[in-house]
């Protein structure tokens, strides 16, 4: 008979308990792991693996988490969302209205808008410097086209040529306005279907 180990070993010494195994030789069909195959005593679980399976656990998690996060941003409309034609910009420098040229405004078409500007006692903003942005801010994506609103009609009228939306929702359009060496910025929000 000889000692077998049940655990490790520290300077010759055992740090668990030692069983007593009869030396027989193996049949053809065992290994010299059958020990370990009873459901009270099974091999030890290699510590690579358990570790891999921790990560893969913690990064599947994160995924399931942002997933879920990304679920809800997509469906989150404001429920006071201002869908007016005429704001008053971020600093009140003036006060902005649109007129699309087409009704209802489309999907996967290329239109135009008017942009109208005015002071606050209603005079008309002439020669001002526009820049238009807009995106979709459930979905964290832009316009497929960059508008421009270069072409002055006259009487605080400007023309924005360029728009085009690539599916129905919720959109914010961005009017960044340069008029007397001041800078302002006025947002309307659009629900296309």
């Known amino acids: 008979m000889r000692p077998h180990r049940r655990g490790s070993y520290r300077e010759g010494k055992p740090t668990s308990t030692l069983t007593t195994v009869v030396n027989v030789p193996l049949r053809p069909t065992e290994s010299r792991f059958a020990m370990y195959t009873t459901p009270t005593e099974r091999r030890p679980f290699p510590k690579r693996l358990k570790a891999a399976l921790v990560i893969v656990g913690v990064l599947a998690g994160t995924v399931a988490l942002a997933?879920?996060?990304m679920v809800v941003r997509m469906n989150h409309v404001p429920a006071d969302l201002n869908l007016g034609t005429t704001r008053t910009s971020n600093a009140g420098l003036f006060k902005a209205s649109y007129r699309p040229s087409v009704t209802p405004i489309p999907v996967?078409?290329?239109?135009?808008?008017?942009?109208?500007?005015?002071?606050?006692r209603g005079e008309p903003i002439e020669h001002a410097l526009i820049s238009v942005d807009g995106d979709m801010p459930q979905h964290g994506h832009g316009l497929p086209t960059h508008p421009v609103?270069?072409?002055?009609?006259?009487h605080g009228d400007y023309l924005v040529e360029?728009?085009?939306?690539?599916?129905?929702?919720?959109?914010?359009?961005?009017?960044?306005?340069?008029?007397?060496?001041?800078?302002?910025?006025?947002?309307?929000?659009?629900?296309?279907?």
């Open 162 to 193: 360029g728009l085009k939306y690539q599916m129905g929702g919720w959109w914010v359009m961005d009017y960044k306005v340069t008029f007397q060496n001041k800078t302002d910025t006025v947002r309307f929000n659009l629900m296309l279907r």
């Open 108 to 120: 996967n078409r290329l239109h135009s808008w008017t942009l109208h500007l005015e002071t606050p």
């Open 67 to 69: 997933g879920a996060a």
């Open 149 to 154: 609103a270069d072409t002055y009609l006259g």
